[in-house]
């Protein structure tokens, strides 16, 4: 088609000035342009239900966002050097969400300069290099954000070729790790044993950092106690816990607005983004006052952009939505619904084994033997590409590439988890 054309001439154009790193979904991408709600719309005028977009938390096209910019852009945009009152009320309000004692907040513009500057305040509070990291995790692209990104989905040599003091765990799986459902404890207590050991060498850690629910994963629910436990231990040796609530935080577990609340847990960083500026650039990290003022040790602390006027009504205007629209609610809703739905998809087919995750962050596993676990990475991209000519946008994850992702809009209605799951049922029922 005419449309087909175009697409293909854009995407040479596009090849064409940007690195194949600087990758794309899809080898034949419909060119978007429209968003509204869980929709995308292309050049066509076709429509494509978005089961990817979790950072555009709130739904795409949010009016209410576009009117609050426009206004905040037309009156003033500076540095949080300059004194203004969103700033302030922007700050505030994420201190309220989050418990005792953490209280002080940093404002950036994505989550690698949030997990990067969570780092630096570890590094700095406990004057120590060391840093425990979970295996199969993505936290960034900046320097120390990457140093922490275990997963070898993209990087096969990601294990080997971190930095020396860099140190991983398992991550907890307990459908294809080291331990089952009924030795879950022992994850925990293999790590502890890592933290106890790397002191007893004399490199106790600055840190352990991950994600609170594991979304890099497939959206696995660590095992209960697990963040309790080794929280302990980095403590005990005088580190710090930092939990990335990057994915997973901010509403879209359903039952928890941090993952962290899942575990029981308190951290002692939190680093957050995505879903807080709806896609506008937009990060944050949530400390104590006593770890945010020993950095001062490590010099000063300034962003350009980080908390900017329209940065900050973007934040506020974001929570306002989540608050008034209801949306944790209905990601808990919404979600617990999807998920026995695609629950009972897999007692048909038997390469969808197990529906991990909460609310709107799930995970479809296909694996091709429910005995050996084997993971089934060609079959999932092929039903995603599938899924994309029945109108449904969707991709795996795992360092096994063989989970479907389904972290949409919290927006996400009923009857478009119906639309996904009749669209999954068709392409597993007639091949791919
Ligand atoms: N942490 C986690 C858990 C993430 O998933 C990501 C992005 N995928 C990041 C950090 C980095 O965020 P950003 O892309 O905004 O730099």
């Known amino acids: 088609s005419a449309a087909g054309a175009d697409a293909a001439r854009l995407l040479a154009r596009r090849d064409a000035v940007f690195a194949e790193v600087q990758e794309h979904y899809f080898a ?49 945009n500076t540095n949080s050097r300059f004194h203004y009152p969103a700033v302030v009320e922007f700050a505030e309000r994420l201190a309220t969400l989050v418990p005792d004692p953490l209280d002080t907040v940093f404002l950036v513009n994505s989550g ?27 936290h960034g692209w900046t320097y120390l954000s990457d140093a922490v990104s275990t997963s070898t989905a993209d990087n096969p ?25 009924d030795e879950a404890h022992r994850f925990a207590e293999d790590a502890v044993a890592e933290i106890d050991r790397l002191a007893a060498d004399g490199t106790p850690p600055s840190a352990f ?16 106690g697990y963040l309790g436990a080794v929280y302990a231990a980095v403590r005990a040796h005088g580190g710090l816990a930092i939990a990335d609530e990057v994915q997973v935080g901010y509403g879209r577990l359903g039952d928890w607005f941090w993952g962290f609340q899942q575990q029981d847990a308190t951290p002692d960083v939190v680093t957050i983004a995505k879903a807080m500026g709806a896609g506008h650039p937009l990060g944050a990290v949530i400390t104590t006052r006593e770890i945010a003022e020993a950095y001062r040790r490590g010099g000063y602390f300034f962003s350009s952009a980080g908390g900017s006027p329209v940065s900050s009504v973007v934040g ?6 989540i608050r008034d629209e209801r949306l944790q609610e209905n990601a808990r809703d919404v979600g617990r619904y999807l998920k026995e739905r ?33 993971p089934a990475t060609a079959e999932t991209a092929a039903i995603c590409d599938r899924l994309l000519s029945l109108g449904v ?38 091949g791919w």
């Not at 979790?54 to 209410?64: E, K, T």
């Not at 991950?210 to 209960?224: I, R, V, W």
């Not at 995750?357 to 596993?365: K, Q, T």
Request: proline fraction near 5%; charge should be negative; glycine fraction near 8%.
């Open 209 to 224: 950092l991950s994600e609170t629910f594991y979304g890099n994963a497939g959206g696995m629910k660590l095992p209960d």
């Open 342 to 374: 695609i629950e009972s998809l897999g007692q048909k087919h038997p390469l969808l084994a197990a529906v991990h995750g909460a609310g709107l962050y799930l995970g479809s596993e296909f694996v091709r033997d429910r005995d050996t676990w084997q």
């Open 28 to 76: 034949e991408p419909p060119v978007i342009v429209r968003g509204w709600r869980e929709y995308l719309i292309d050049a066509d005028g076709r429509v494509t239900l978005d089961t990817l977009n979790n950072v555009a938390s709130i739904g795409h096209g949010h009016p209410r966002i576009a009117a609050a910019v426009a206004e905040q852009w037309s009156l003033l």
């Open 112 to 138: 690698s300069e949030a997990v990067d500057l969570a780092l630096r305040l570890a590094q700095a509070w406990s004057s120590r290099l060391d840093v425990v990291a979970m295996r199969e995790a993505y």
């Open 316 to 321: 506020l205007t974001v929570l306002d939505i």
């Open 157 to 181: 040599d990601a294990l080997a070729t971190r930095p020396e003091w860099i140190h991983t765990v398992d991550a907890p799986n307990t459908f294809r790790g080291a331990y089952g459902l």
């Open 393 to 430: 946008i969707a991709q795996p994850t795992g360092d096994h590439q063989n989970i479907l992702k389904i972290k949409p809009p919290m927006c996400f209605s009923r009857k478009s988890a119906d639309f996904l799951v009749d669209a999954l049922d068709q392409v597993l029922t007639t």
